[in-house]
């Protein structure tokens, strides 16, 4: 059976995300760092006021967010422990189990699904012994880590990986073990992109050879973007996104109409950088710039943006 409709009415939180005719503070997503690696938080460069830290000082984070009223959430976890395969996932275990035990159902905690911050190659999958992507393992992988954090108490599961499959893959995963009310909002249309560096340095990511061509999305494509997100509709995913979120705009309203499933915008850390950068050099007013940048997003269709500005929403006049 399908619980796609009851997927979204969860909680409060996500029913907010989901709301059409108007622009709540829900809508806009938090991504936050934790690793294994930090005793005490380390700044991220190009993007303020986001920070790597361990699992005590993001329960801080989170504590103070909530009083601006930020309380959606994508974690991105860094294990101190890297390999090719048979990756361990307790670290990721502990830090969801404890920040959903601490805050329960205050926020909703999306993850993020990938293999690229646990592989000692930093790639998004597994390989062979000639380094060619074993597709079979891959999706069995992340489809462990999905049932993995699902396990913990994620709220909600979004792969960003780029493999052929893996939303199908997750989703059965899911199911079969009666986590079919957890949501998933995928990376449906993820760009190769040049505008991820400073996410790279945080998540610790940067591939040890090679780049992620062969499986992230060419930026000059638009009916293969538009193919991409088509399939993981069809795979089952809940919320379809663009990624990066500023240089996708032109994709929002094809997929929507494609797909009939609310799209959001990832407005990555380069384009962020970008806008807080040019503000420290004093070319504009930092504030005005973000508001317009997430009304550009919201106007192009954009349902959701995630944005590592989330936490700014109460000082730009974003409504509860």
């Given at each position: 059976m399908n619980n796609i409709l009851m997927r979204l009415k969860k909680n409060n939180i996500l029913r907010n995300m989901c709301v059409e005719t108007t622009f709540l503070k829900d809508q806009l997503i938090q991504p936050i760092?934790?690793?294994?690696?930090?005793?005490?938080?380390?700044?991220?460069?190009?993007?303020?006021?986001?920070?790597?830290?361990?699992?005590?000082?993001?329960?801080?984070?989170i504590e103070n967010d909530l009083k601006d009223k930020c309380r959606n959430y994508l974690i991105f976890i860094?294990?101190?422990?890297?390999?090719?395969?048979?990756?361990?996932?307790?670290?990721?275990?502990?830090?969801?189990?404890?920040?959903?035990?601490?805050?329960?159902?205050?926020?909703?905690?999306?993850?993020?699904?990938?293999?690229?911050?646990?592989?000692?190659?930093?790639?998004?999958?597994?390989?062979?012994?000639?380094?060619?992507?074993?597709?079979?393992?891959?999706?069995?992988?992340?489809?462990?880590?999905a049932v993995s954090y699902a396990e913990a108490g994620i709220d909600g599961i979004s792969p960003s990986d780029m493999m052929d499959g893996r939303t199908y893959a997750i989703r059965k995963a899911l199911d079969n073990i009666n986590y079919n009310l957890i949501p998933i909002m995928s990376y449906s249309t993820k760009f190769a992109s040049n505008f991820y560096g400073p996410f790279r340095y945080a998540a610790d990511s940067t591939p040890a050879f090679g780049d992620r061509k062969q499986y992230q999305l060419d930026f000059r494509n638009k009916s293969e973007a538009i193919r991409a997100s088509v399939r993981c509709y069809n795979e089952g995913a809940d919320f379809l996104m663009v990624k990066p979120g500023q240089g996708s705009i032109d994709l929002i309203e094809p997929i929507k109409k494609k797909t009939g499933l609310m799209v959001g915008a990832y407005q990555v850390s380069g384009e962020y950088a970008g806008i807080t950068l040019a503000a420290e050099k004093k070319l504009f007013n930092l504030d005005e710039a973000l508001l317009e940048s997430w009304h550009v997003m919201k106007r192009a269709g954009a349902q959701f943006i995630i944005t590592y500005g989330a936490r700014k929403s109460k000082d730009l006049g974003i409504s509860e």
């Open positions: 760092f934790v690793s294994e690696n930090v005793n005490e938080k380390k700044n991220i460069p190009g993007i303020p006021n986001n920070y790597v830290m361990n699992i005590k000082d993001s329960l801080t984070q860094v294990p101190s422990n890297k390999k090719e395969i048979d990756f361990n996932l307790d670290f990721q275990q502990k830090a969801i189990s404890k920040i959903k035990e601490t805050f329960k159902d205050e926020i909703f905690l999306w993850a993020d699904v990938c293999l690229c911050s646990m592989t000692s190659h930093g790639h998004c999958c597994v390989f062979d012994k000639n380094k060619n992507i074993d597709l079979k393992s891959s999706l069995s992988y992340l489809s462990k880590v």
